[in-house]
């Protein structure tokens, strides 16, 4: 690198590191640093694949919903997440990365997804305890990205965060529905719960003294909250819900510590985490395989939009 060079690299270091410090948006046409570029795309492209992954496991009850409504409001919630992967792969775009690479490394295994999808849906109330919990995670994790340093990112998270407290109020309300209803039904929700309650702590990611990134990622201000901040303002969210629908939460270490203002709670179990991550979950093969599928089979849709598109130009 040339003397110039070197003096106007640094030029822009600093004219990026302005931008952050006065909390304004980094946009697709700035400089930014090369680290900065990477740690947003592989962090876009999962929170994409996780909205895709996501579809899996309640569309596996939309052909068995209960009834006509149910039906309708799960497949607008399946379909919203479907839109979400599509803001998501956009906004990764603009930071140069090529959606078609990323669907590849999706299902070639070279990137991640959220863990809390490798979880099977065993009864219909799995439908409103993900949509309480999972999406209340994902709000809870969310929102503080609508004010993310990237542009791009940031825009897509405001209207997502709308959809999924649509989402979480659809769960909530379905619960509150099977609770009012039979003995057995009321078993399913609480059953439900038992299931979730961990795998959604666990979505929050491995706690802050495990989570080397997120230091430089809270000095950019892509993330605002540490893993293990967004984790304890869930958990404190989350115990007057559990008690307002009249289920018990798995843990019998949660409890309100005055001294803190905060609930207390067990320790989570970070050995399972570990292992759904790497791929030993109960249904990461199922979920990739399903993928590659609907990959496939889309292939000459596919073909079909790039020849019109070549056809329309000329
Ligand atoms: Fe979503
Ligand atoms: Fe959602």
């Known amino acids: 690198m040339t003397a110039t060079a070197a003096a106007s690299q640094e030029e822009l270091q600093e004219h990026f590191d302005a931008t952050i410090a006065h909390d304004r948006r980094i946009e697709p046409r700035d400089w930014m640093p090369e680290a900065y570029r990477k740690t947003l795309v592989r962090q876009i492209a999962q929170h994409a694949h996780s909205e895709i992954i996501g579809m899996q496991p309640e569309g596996n009850w939309l052909t068995r919903a209960p009834s006509l409504r149910r039906k309708a409001i799960l497949l607008a919630k399946v379909q919203d997440e479907a839109g979400h992967g599509m803001y998501l792969y956009s906004a990764a775009e603009t930071l140069g990365a090529d959606r078609a690479d990323l669907t590849q490394m999706l299902i070639d295994g070279r990137q991640k997804y959220s863990s809390i999808f490798n979880y099977p849906t065993l009864t219909f109330a799995d439908v409103g305890v993900i949509g309480w919990l ?4 994902a709000i809870a994790n969310q929102v503080p990205l609508c004010r993310s340093s990237f542009g791009p990112y940031a825009r897509a998270m405001v209207r997502i965060c709308k959809e999924e407290s649509f989402h979480q109020r659809q769960g909530f309300e379905l619960l509150m529905h099977l609770m009012a209803g039979t003995p057995a039904q009321r078993e399913m929700v609480q059953d439900a719960t038992n299931r979730w309650w961990w795998p959604s702590l666990m979505m929050f990611g491995p706690p802050d003294a495990d989570s080397p990134n997120t230091q430089q990622s809270m000095a950019w201000r892509i993330k605002r909250h540490t893993n293990d901040e967004l984790r304890q303002r869930y958990v404190d969210m989350s115990v007057p819900q559990a008690a307002a629908l009249g289920v018990t939460l798995p843990d019998p270490e949660l409890r309100w510590n005055t001294d803190r203002e905060h609930y207390d709670f067990g320790e989570i179990d970070w050995a399972d985490f570990k292992r759904v ?14 993928r590659k599928a609907a990959h ?7 073909e079909a939009a790039v020849a019109y598109a070549a056809k329309q130009a000329s």
């Open 134 to 137: 999972v999406d209340g995670a």
């Open 277 to 290: 991550v790497s791929g030993q979950g109960p249904c990461n093969a199922e979920r990739i395989a399903h």
């Open 296 to 302: 496939d089979e889309g292939e000459w849709v596919r």
